[in-house]
């Protein structure tokens, strides 16, 4: 659907260049935005999400704050990446979802170009709910402690109705540790629909994979093991392959969902990073978010599921959540050690080059982004 932008009436402040000090954004006044850029901040005495305006040369101009109506929380162990997940964030269509992790609920919001209207908080039942995943009208919601689970929801008119029987726990284990890294770290479906994928890193360290319909889910799902890999995030080519994080290894993977839920593996490539931990696709290019290095490891996706690298990128510490604009012209990742986001305009070979970065109020450690 098509979404008109008004400039929000906070005025924009001096964005940093990376690597070149500060300088305005614009030279002219109140440029128009063409887009916009939605930022968790998973704050854990009141979650928030921080609404940009997004301007035609890439940079971000801050529009206003939305409280969720819920709390975040620090997952053991975590640093910059306190919900540990991604996909924290997501949109359908006009509405916008974010997990409250501290108060284990979901808030729903309407978007009005760079505004938010809270809608509704609903409940997730289960415990510090960390990704959402959208379909059609379909929305789930995967819990991370306890052992995971995911809940189902029916999106009518914008709300959020609870279905009680797409419910279903993962049997993961409640007490590994440390827990940021053995908490499940996403849920999405296939481009088609017709399944739901569940990563679950180091617990179990296999990607779990539901029949969905939109009368419900499979009982159980089929599960792919891959042992020392540490599956984290994912997203979906053009062609429908499933493009993986291993945390454990460092790598970025590619496979084939086949129609029985297995995962088929057609190429892995080593970062020679750390912390190889999120996934953000822009049509043929892919792009691994490496929080303990600083930085963007990119690739270009043969249709065949190839990979061939294109370069390594700086970012500000931390390297967490990432997100690719509508028109496929940026890219911006999060930074969690102190709250930022980077921009970055995409070549059409792939490679990045800065545009800038904002610090996010209260967002160090915050994870769930959206471009639109």
């Not at 954004?25 to 440029?31: E, I, K, V």
């Not at 938010?116 to 009208?137: E, F, K, M, Y």
């Not at 084939?256 to 490539?269: A, N, P």
């Amino acid at each position: 659907m098509k979404i008109r932008y008004r400039a929000g009436a906070a005025a924009f402040a001096a964005v940093a260049l990376l690597g070149a000090g500060a300088t305005a954004a614009n030279a002219t006044p109140n440029p128009r935005p063409v887009g916009a850029v939605f930022v968790q901040t998973d704050g854990l005495a009141g979650n928030a999400v921080v609404a940009y305006d997004r301007l035609a040369d890439g940079t971000l101009r801050q529009a206003g704050t939305y409280d969720t109506g819920g709390d975040g929380v620090q997952l053991a162990g975590s640093v910059v990446d306190h919900l540990a997940s991604q996909g924290g964030l997501a949109r359908s269509g006009a509405n916008l979802f974010a997990v409250n992790a501290g108060s284990d609920t979901v808030t729903s919001f309407a978007i009005a170009g760079d505004r938010l209207l809270r809608r509704q908080v609903v409940a997730t039942h289960g415990d510090a709910p960390v990704s959402i995943a959208t379909h059609d009208n379909r929305v789930f919601v995967l819990n991370a402690r306890g052992g995971g689970s995911i809940q189902g929801y029916l999106k009518v008119g914008g709300a959020l109705v609870t279905v009680p029987s797409w419910h279903r726990a993962l049997g993961l284990d409640p007490n590994a540790t440390p827990e940021f890294t053995h908490t499940p770290a996403q849920i999405a479906f296939t481009p088609d629909g017709s399944k739901l994928v569940v990563s679950t890193k180091g617990n179990t360290s296999a990607f779990d994979v539901f029949a969905a319909t939109p009368a419900g889910l499979s009982a159980a799902p089929v599960v792919t093991s891959l042992p020392g890999t540490v599956p984290f995030g994912f997203q979906f080519d053009p062609a429908g392959h499933l493009v993986a994080s291993e945390a454990g290894t460092n790598s970025v993977a590619t496979f084939r969902v086949e129609q029985d839920g297995r995962l088929t593996q057609l190429d892995v490539v080593a970062t020679g990073q750390k912390a190889t931990c999120w996934i953000a696709v822009d049509g043929w290019n892919v792009y691994a978010s490496n929080a303990a290095s600083a930085t963007l490891s990119g690739y270009r996706l043969g249709r065949d599921g190839s990979l061939t690298a294109t370069g390594v990128t700086a970012t500000h510490a931390g390297t967490v959540d990432a997100a690719v604009s509508a028109d496929g012209r940026f890219l911006y990742v999060q930074t969690g050690a102190a709250g930022m986001v980077d921009g970055y305009r995409v070549g059409a070979d792939g490679s990045l080059t800065a545009v800038g970065a904002v610090l996010v109020p209260g967002a160090a450690g915050g994870e769930g982004i959206v471009a639109i």
